[in-house]
């Protein structure tokens, strides 16, 4: 198995498989990352993408006529320890400055901001 690095575009294509709530084919990936994310791509591109996530683990695939791919890990496992490592990475560690950096660049509503303080009290 290769490292488990992840590109961009096959975190893209990767987030595809997690949103379909269910196996797909290299053409659904094609038509999602062009509507979705207005990414064009070759099959064989979209392809290389896939066979790269399943050599990295990401997914696992079958054939039923045509091949069909699902994750194989979680998506929540995943953006966890993503996050995590953004946080460690760019804010050494520290929540609120990731917090504070994230707010200064996105704006939220009333309704978020209490979903915010929910959250916070939730903790521990």
Request: glycine letters at 4%; aromatic letters at 12%; one cysteine or more.
């Amino acid at each position: 198995m290769r490292k488990a690095e992840i590109s961009e575009c096959e975190l893209v294509a990767m987030k595809c498989v997690w949103d379909a709530g269910e196996p797909v084919t290299c053409a659904y990936v094609i038509e999602k990352l062009k509507t979705d994310y207005g990414r064009e791509y070759a099959e064989t591109t979209v392809y290389t993408f896939l066979k790269n996530l399943k050599e990295k683990g990401f997914i696992e695939s079958y054939k039923n006529g045509i091949t069909f791919f699902k994750p194989k890990r979680e998506l929540e496992e995943f953006r966890g320890s993503y996050l995590k490592k953004m946080v460690d990475f760019w804010f050494d560690g520290s929540v609120s400055d990731f917090l504070s950096a994230l707010l200064a660049v996105q704006k939220v509503d009333e309704q978020e901001i209490k979903a915010i303080k929910k959250a916070i009290k939730n903790v521990n």
